[in-house]
């Protein structure tokens, strides 16, 4: 698999956000304006996936001081079930030894099961039950959250305000 960073030109980044948009919920969510900045700030990546030279999915990620934030990933609906998105953990872990990421908890319906599901056979754990995501926008809504990560963080509020500052602040 290749993992390609994106930038201002990459061609891929109309067909990232619109898969990003129908993918998550408006609360869960950059508006397109964010989704632009991304590319600029210096600790958010833009990651187009490509396997066998298909572009399959898309992480977007966020190098924090001791670990890594994944605030999306999605391997595109005919790319699913072919441990694409194991192989993408197996690289992040690799890469960054500490990795944490979101999710809507397990009983909110189906797909969150399964979603949480995935993770806890990557080598996730829930770390926290009661994690607020912020909201994107003064128009948007915080939402309750899982928060996962591959590790048992020692200072688990420092981090989280780590996220805050970094993932949520206003992109300018």
Do not use: C
């Not at 399964?114 to 829930?126: A, D, E, P, S, T």
């Amino acid at each position: 698999m290749e993992f390609l960073v994106s930038t201002v030109d990459d061609f891929r980044l109309e067909e990232i956000y619109r898969s990003y948009a129908n993918a998550f919920p408006e609360d869960e969510r950059r508006s397109a304006t964010q989704f632009r900045k991304l590319l600029s700030h210096p600790k958010a990546k833009v990651i187009s996936l490509l396997h066998d030279a298909t572009f399959v999915g898309y992480v977007i990620l966020w190098e924090l001081s001791e670990s890594v934030f994944v605030e999306h990933l999605e391997i595109f609906p005919q790319y699913r079930n072919q441990n694409l998105g194991s192989t993408v953990f197996k690289y992040l872990f690799q890469e960054y030894s500490k990795t944490i990421l979101e999710s809507e908890p397990e009983f909110w319906h189906e797909e969150a099961n399964r979603r949480i599901k995935f993770y806890l056979r990557n080598g996730f754990q829930v770390i926290d039950k009661d994690y607020i995501q912020p909201a994107y926008e003064p128009e948007k809504n915080a939402v309750t959250l899982w928060l996962l990560a591959n590790f048992q963080p020692e200072k688990k509020n420092v981090m989280i305000e780590e996220i805050y500052d970094v993932v949520y602040s206003k992109l300018g």
